[in-house]
């Protein structure tokens, strides 16, 4: 599975409020598993299977799986993509990887604003 991991330092809590955030500022819908982890989706599945790539990367589904563990050197945040884009074709699968990109940057960013960002990296 596609995704990325950032090890941040700091309150769990914090980490994991900061990711929520973040991805609900962007537009996401949180689905909360249990405590220390959470499903944030974007966009429709039915436009994304009947439109297909013209479904646009607005419009595009996007579901994304977050996992938060604490670690001795600090937390783990976890981001597992759901959906591959598939349903548009090579450019919806090219959408999809676009939109991950710029929800890992942006997330990253967030960490990296509030000083917290120890290190990031494709899964």
């Known amino acids: ?3 990325h991991k950032f090890l941040v330092s700091g309150e769990p809590a914090v980490a994991r409020n ?5 991805l609900e500022n962007q537009g996401f819908t949180l689905t909360q598993i249990d405590d220390w982890s ?4 974007r966009g429709s599945s039915a436009s994304s299977f009947f439109l297909g790539a013209l479904a646009g ?3 595009r589904h996007v579901k994304v799986h977050i996992a938060c563990q604490t670690v001795p050197e600090g937390t783990v945040i976890t981001l597992s993509q759901g959906t ?3 349903s548009g074709g090579v450019i919806g699968m090219s959408q999809a990887s676009s939109i991950y990109s710029e929800i890992y940057n942006t997330v990253g960013a967030a960490f990296q604003h509030a000083g917290v ?3 990031g990296g494709s899964l």
């Open 18 to 22: 900061t990711v929520y955030a973040t």
């Open 84 to 86: 591959s884009g598939l």
């Open 1 to 3: 599975m596609k995704g």
């Open 117 to 119: 960002l120890i290190s």
């Open 38 to 41: 959470a499903n944030a989706e």
């Open 57 to 59: 990367k607005k419009g």
